[in-house]
C-alpha cells in the first residue's frame, strides 16, 4: 500500500479491533452486538463505540434479526452497506489490461479489458493513467464514492511502496512507482501486488482454500510463481510477497530469463515455454494426434487426457518440474492444501498426479502424506484478485479507518 504514514501505538489498536469487527460483521452478518462482543473479546462499551462510527460512515446498516428459539421481540442485527462504496480494480498483463468498479462486497459494477501495447514511446504508468482517467469518464454515471485502487501485476514488485522493480513482456518498465503516480492522481490509497499473491489472497477470502490456515498456491501460467498462507496471513504481505519459485533456476545453460538469470523455472514450465517445446518434439514425434491442427493449451491438454504420449509426457514434464520445487516448500511449511492454478489444469488428470508424486517422493511423509494436489476454484482473469487487495485492507482496517474519517 502506498500511505502517507504509520500509525501510532493507540491508532494500531483502534485500527485492527475496527478491521476486526468489520470482518465479522461482513462474515456473518446479520449479527448482534453481544455476539460481537463476545467473538471479537472486546468489551460491550467498545463494540458501542466503532458500531456508531460504522453506521455513522454508512459502512454498516441495522437490521431485525429473529433468535432461535425466542417468540419475543426481533434483536437488532448488524449487516455491511457496501452498495455505496466503489474501487477501481485493474489488472495488466501481457498486452491487456482489465479496468473495473466494484463494491465492497466485490460486487462488479462494470469492467472493461483494453489492448495496452508492450511497447511506446510514452512511459507505461503514463499510459495506465490516461486509460483510467478515459474509464473514469466513460463510466461515470455508475461511479459512486472511490475509496481505493488495487492493481494485480505481475513481475518484481516492492507492494509496500508500489514500486514495479521489472516486468515481463514490459521491457522499459524499471523502477516505475506506480502506486505514487496513481495516488498523487487519484488521492486515495493504492494497493499494489503480484498477481499471483493476489489471486492466492483471493483462494483464501472467497475460495479454494477459504478456512485452511496453511496453504501453498502454485500458478503455471505465462509466469510461474507461488504464494504461501501461513498461519491465515499471505508470507511476506507488506513487501514482495511473490515466492519466487519461477526464478529458481533448474538448468544453468538453459534460456535467458527477463529477471537476468539462465534456466529459471518459468522458462520451462510457463505455458508460453511449453508449447514452444511441444512444438519442437513435434517435428520428432510423427505419430502425435496433435499433428494437423493448431497448437494452444487447449489442444495439448486435450491430447493429454485422450493418451496422446507425446501431451502426456510433456505435461508430466512440467508436473515434476513444479514438484520437485513444492516438495521442498512442503518440508518448510508443512501445508494443509496445495492449490494449482493453470490453464494446464485442463490435464488435471495427468499433471496433478505427477506433481503429487514428486510431492509424496521426496518430502517428509508425516508432511506429505495426507495432502492432496487440487485446482484453485477461480482463474486468473479479469480483476477479482484485486478484490482480495482492498477486502483485506478492510479487514486489517488500513483502508476501514480512512473511510470512517472520512
Known sequence: MVADSQPGHIDQIKQTNAGAVYRLIDQ??????????????????????????????????????????????????????????????????????????????????????????????????????????????????????????AITLPGIIDTENGIVHRMPFYEDVKEMPLGEVLKNHTGVPVYIQHDISAWTMAEALFGASRGARDVIQVVIDHNVGAGV??????????????????????????????????????????????????????????????????????????????GDLLAKDIITGVGTHIGRILAIMVNLFNPQKILIGSPLSQASDVLFPAIADCIRQQSLPAYSKHIAVESTQFTNQGTMAGAALVKDAMYNGSLLIRLLQG
Not at 511506446?120 to 474509464?135: G, H, S
Not at 514450465?269 to 493449451?297: F, N, Y
Open 28 to 149: 456473518l452478518g446479520p449479527v448482534s452486538r453481544i455476539d460481537l462482543s463476545r467473538l471479537a473479546q472486546l468489551a460491550p462499551a467498545s463494540i458501542t463505540k466503532i458500531v456508531r462510527e460504522m453506521l455513522e460512515a454508512h459502512l454498516v446498516q441495522e437490521t431485525e434479526i429473529q433468535e432461535p428459539g425466542s417468540r419475543g421481540r426481533p434483536a437488532v442485527g448488524l449487516m455491511v452497506e457496501t452498495e455505496a462504496w466503489h474501487y477501481l480494480s485493474l489488472r495488466i498483463s501481457r498486452g491487456e489490461i482489465y479496468l473495473a468498479l466494484r463494491d465492497l462486497s466485490s460486487k462488479l459494477v462494470v469492467e472493461d479489458r483494453l489492448e495496452l501495447a508492450l511497447h511506446a514511446e510514452q512511459p507505461l504508468e503514463m499510459r495506465i493513467v490516461a486509460l483510467i482517467d478515459r474509464f473514469f469518464i466513460h463510466h461515470q454515471h455508475k461511479l459512486e464514492r472511490l475509496t481505493a485502487i
Open 229 to 306: 498462507i501461513t498461519d491465515g496471513r499471505l508470507l511476506h504481505a507488506g513487501s514482495s510477497s511473490l515466492v519466487e519459485i519461477g526464478h529458481t533456476q533448474v538448468d544453468p545453460y538453459g534460456r535467458l530469463c527477463y529477471c537476468g538469470n539462465h534456466g529459471c523455472l518459468e522458462t520451462i514450465a510457463s505455458v508460453d515455454s511449453v508449447l514452444e517445446m511441444a512444438q519442437v518434439r513435434l517435428s520428432q514425434s510423427m505419430s502425435s494426434t496433435l499433428h494437423g491442427q493448431p497448437l494452444t493449451v487447449e489442444s495439448l491438454c486435450q491430447a493429454a487426457q485422450q
